[in-house]
């Protein structure tokens, strides 16, 4: 055949398709505007062709010609933009699924009158009722793949699934006969569809159409009830078919398909079926076996045919596997990051990278490589509009690809194709486990030892240390070990393998693997992180790894189970926590939570619980590899609550009925441990609430605020919590009132009036600490503060007042004979804090350096240097604190005492002594 165009040209006009469409339809080409086809223009030129009085059948086919001849020049001839081609091949499907779905309906409505629904409507957007009490029936037609992520080829097939609302039947015609069930009435819509779009005519056919997608395949019905579809993800729902409906989308009708139609009713059913509660690296298995599959049927399908190993879409390197890996860590964490949920491939890859599971640079390639596949995909099906995407053979029309693609020559187009190949298959491969991967030890860490075979517990316990086969002896007969599937039981045996070895070979301690099944005893139902241990051995060495440096992390692990995946970061050792960033991140999975309608007070306190608790272990997970000091880690988890504070707040505010402005004005004041930075793990929050706000109506609105966001704060949800607070520091403590007038709060503190601050309120606020609220009550705050703390004092009333305090403390807390507690012994935390409060209330007034909040020890420091210690003093005793409080964590962090010998602690307590007689003996 004699082309138009040479092959080397990049000119539309050497595609055989291009010519058929030029020399058919030459009248016809002049109807479709100029440019790009938008959604308006393919519209308008499909009434231009019924105005030239084609049926609507006809003009569609037609329309779809004309739309990809236009879009092979502007794709081969003007470079345009890939989401250019498939926007456009989307909105034409979509028109075209619209004008078939009003035919159907018209044709059958006449003959069976509408579907009926007499039940409730699932959400908004529901027709309104008729005079007898029904309404019309919803129904959905369901984009999935390529045409539910708006990516669809040039080329391409469209798969469907149609859903109605509920069982019914129809109104019946005219004369109120000839009903039928809603049922019936589906299946014929969907066969009278199927006909519209799919039936080759002499001007060919709009898309071929896939319904294989839908429940129970091609044996299923045509059509399924909403209700139907939700008890079949339930009880049949695979693993791939989770992916199949992560692109799915309402394509039609048309108004069904607006953002506040009747779609959104499928949500509640879709979205938990795609992504789970947990993060759920069970579906790495399951995307094995379907690639698998592929890969097989790809391969018997290229035997004797060399040449289909060029399948830029199916074979190694395709965009089959772009897809995949980008979809695996959707699947595997979009239940709890909702930001993760999109359809398109290329946003889904940004947002991957944006949540650091992919580096910046391994995305950039793999989008690199989407875009050449996708483009070389489309030239090769403008050839012949042939759904296929397979290289051709013929040197000319390769030629003409590689000169379209921008390319002087084939063979430099060719390789620049097996580079992007090569890299996504290593991307793929590493992320899977590579050829032949299966449940066992990921090939690292076996160290030689032979696997045993199926549930030959007696095989692994003879492999283990005493200790270790102690603990799991009694898993031979466990009942959650029983109840494991055949595949989960496997995957505990390789775990265990792998562990075993690992501590024969120095990489694990045998006290981390006890705490390991300690640990994974109460969870083996929840085979997820089985799996996730098992395909992440990084994970599984560094948990490992925390387990035996410490055992409060395992209790926490026990309470949130899922912050594991973070130890599956490649950043988690490298940084630390940023509130910029984590405040961006929860806003946008409250964001992504509200474009799904999702965003109910539940989803936003699990929310917040869930970010709380991943950067609580993202600390917890650097301090016991020693890469923080006790000083960092309090610094952190402070941050951590002020920036937890503060979007608690935020959002609270924004679903305050009662609210009667749009930002609040108040603020929230932190005491003790949250005021001075030296948080915990664990440690409660001591804040006080105040607002400034002339409104008459501001203190029952605030009041409510603040009682909201203390539940928000302290509630239990199966997430866990967030904080217990306290806020006994307040204006006359317990009986005073939960938030007070900014006014009153200064008055209170300055001694104005009868209602004052007692002596120990005046040394809590040597560590108060504006956190949170409006800009402008920040600086009040400060000067309060700084009132307070330099007010005039008789000196030796205050060190009486400081000195029976301490004496009630000590009351308080006994400590047994010959013990030493680390705080509340002589010599103890307590000291240093008391003698600190003494130093700033005495003398602040008269030395400006102890007035800032800057910490026990560096006001030890500044005090020394002021003249105010003995030399050498306070700097012995700043070291003291350091050692006691580095003490006091270690041994909270193993769950040891905090009494212990006096012996191993003599020099901090000496230190500390010296420096309480120097202040306050």
Not at 222 to 232: K, Q, R
Not at 704 to 719: D, S, Y
């Amino acid at each position: 055949m004699i082309s138009s165009a040479s092959a080397g040209s990049s000119s539309a006009g050497y595609s055989r398709f291009v010519q058929r469409v030029r020399r058919r339809y030459e009248h016809e080409l002049a109807l479709l505007p100029a440019g790009a086809p938008d959604a308006e223009a393919l519209r308008a030129t499909l009434q231009a062709l019924r105005q030239r009085g084609h049926d609507t059948a006809s003009a569609l086919r037609i329309l779809r010609h004309l739309t990809l001849e236009r879009l092979a020049v502007l794709d081969c001839e003007q470079a345009a933009a890939l989401s250019t081609i498939t926007h456009t091949v989307t909105a034409l499907a979509e028109l075209v699924l619209d004008e078939a779905a009003q035919l159907a309906c018209a044709e059958l409505d006449e003959l069976h009158g509408p579907p009926l629904a007499q039940e409730a409507a699932p959400g908004d957007g529901a027709p309104p009722m008729r005079p007898d009490g029904t309404r019309p029936c919803g129904w959905w037609v369901i984009g999935m793949g390529k045409l539910g992520a708006r990516e669809l080829n040039v080329s391409s097939d469209i798969d469907l699934v149609y859903v109605y609302e509920c069982d019914g039947e129809t109104a019946g015609n005219a004369e109120g006969r000839h009903r039928i069930t809603n049922h019936e009435y589906f299946a014929k819509l969907v066969r009278r569809m199927q006909a519209l779009i799919s039936d080759v005519t002499e001007h060919g056919q709009c898309f071929r159409v896939d319904l294989a997608l839908r429940p129970n395949g091609n044996s299923g019905p045509p059509a399924v009830s909403l209700g139907a579809l939700e008890d079949y993800f339930q009880a049949h729902g695979r693993e791939w078919e989770r992916f199949a409906w992560l692109k799915s989308r309402v394509v039609a009708p048309a108004a069904s398909a607006r953002r506040d139609g009747s779609g959104a009713w499928l949500r509640p059913v879709v979205l938990p079926f795609v992504f789970r509660r947990y993060l759920d690296y069970a579906v790495f298995e399951a995307l094995r076996r379907l690639h698998r599959q592929i890969r097989e049927h790809a391969a018997r399908r290229a035997a004797g045919h060399p040449e289909r190993a060029y399948d830029v879409k199916l074979s190694r390197g395709g965009i089959r596997e772009i897809e995949f890996i980008v979809q695996l860590l959707q699947v595997v964490r979009g239940g709890r990051y909702p930001e993760l949920r999109t359809r398109p491939t290329l946003q889904a890859l940004q947002r991957v990278e944006r949540a650091g599971l992919m580096p910046p640079e391994k995305a950039r390639q793999l989008a690199d490589a989407y875009v050449f596949l996708r483009r070389v995909e489309h030239r090769i099906q403008y050839l012949d509009d042939q759904q296929t995407h397979v290289l051709p053979t013929r040197d000319d029309d390769l030629a003409w690809i590689a000169a379209t693609m921008g390319f002087a020559d084939t063979p430099s187009f060719l390789g620049a194709l097996d580079a992007h190949r090569e890299v996504v298959a290593q991307e793929f491969d590493t992320l899977l486990g590579g050829a032949g991967h299966g449940p066992g030890c990921n090939g690292k860490g076996c160290n030689g030892h032979s696997r045993t075979a199926g549930d030959d517990w007696g095989a692994l316990l003879a492999q283990c240390p005493p200790a270790l086969a102690e603990r799991l002896r009694p898993w031979t007969d466990h009942p959650r070990v029983l109840a494991l599937r055949d595949e989960a039981r496997l995957r505990l045996m390789r775990l265990l393998e792998r562990t075993v070895a690992w501590i024969d070979a120095g990489r694990a301690s045998e006290a981390a693997a006890v705490r390991l099944a300690d640990w994974i005893e109460p969870l083996l139902r929840r085979e997820s992180y089985l799996a996730l241990l098992q395909e992440r051995p990084a994970v599984h060495e560094r948990l490992l790894r925390m387990l035996g440096a410490a055992r409060w992390p395992a209790r926490y692990l026990l309470r949130h189970p899922g912050v594991i995946d973070e130890l599956a970061s490649a950043e988690l050792y490298q940084t630390r926590f940023d509130p910029q960033t984590f405040a961006a991140e929860l806003q946008a999975r409250r964001h992504a939570l509200h474009k799904t309608g999702e965003d109910d007070d539940e989803a936003l306190l699990d929310l917040l619980r869930r970010a709380h608790h991943a950067e609580v272990f993202r600390t917890l997970a650097r301090d016991v590899e020693g890469l923080l000091s006790v000083e960092q880690v309090a610094d952190d988890l402070s941050a951590l609550a002020d920036a937890v504070l503060d979007i608690t707040g935020q959002w609270c505010w924004q679903r305050l009925k009662q609210r009667h402005r749009d930002e609040p004005r108040h603020a929230i004041i932190g005491y003790g441990k949250l005021g001075g930075k030296e948080l915990g793990y664990g440690s409660d929050l001591d804040i006080v609430f105040v607002y400034d706000d002339d409104d008459e109506r501001a203190p029952e609105v605030y009041a409510a605020f603040v009682r909201r966001l203390i539940n928000w704060l302290t509630v239990k949800t199966g997430e866990g919590d967030l904080f217990e607070i306290d806020t006994a520091l307040r204006p006359n403590g317990n009986s005073g009132l939960l938030v007070t007038s900014f006014a009153a709060y200064a008055n209170y503190q300055q001694n104005r009036g009868s209602n004052t601050a007692w002596t120990w309120e005046h040394q809590a606020m040597t560590r108060a600490r504006f956190v949170v609220g409006s800009a402008d009550l920040r600086a009040r705050f400060d000067a309060v503060r700084e009132a307070v703390i330099t007010a005039p004092r008789d000196h030796a009333a205050l060190a009486a007042e400081i000195r029976a305090m301490r004496q009630r403390l000590y009351d308080a807390h006994p400590v047994r004979p010959g013990r030493f507690d680390l705080k509340h012994s002589p010599g103890g935390m307590i000291d240093v804090e008391f003698a600190v409060q003494y130093l700033v209330l005495a003398h602040s007034a008269a030395h400006p350096a102890l007035r800032a909040n800057a910490g026990n020890i560096a006001l030890l420091q500044r005090a020394e240097d002021a003249g105010l210690l003995p030399s050498g003093v306070g700097r012995a005793a700043a070291d003291a604190y350091r050692q006691l409080r580095q003490r006091q964590h270690r041994a909270r962090l193993d769950e040891a005492p905090t009494q212990i010998e006096p012996a191993e602690m003599q020099p901090a307590a000496t230190a500390v002594r010296a420096l309480w007689q120097a202040v306050l003996g």
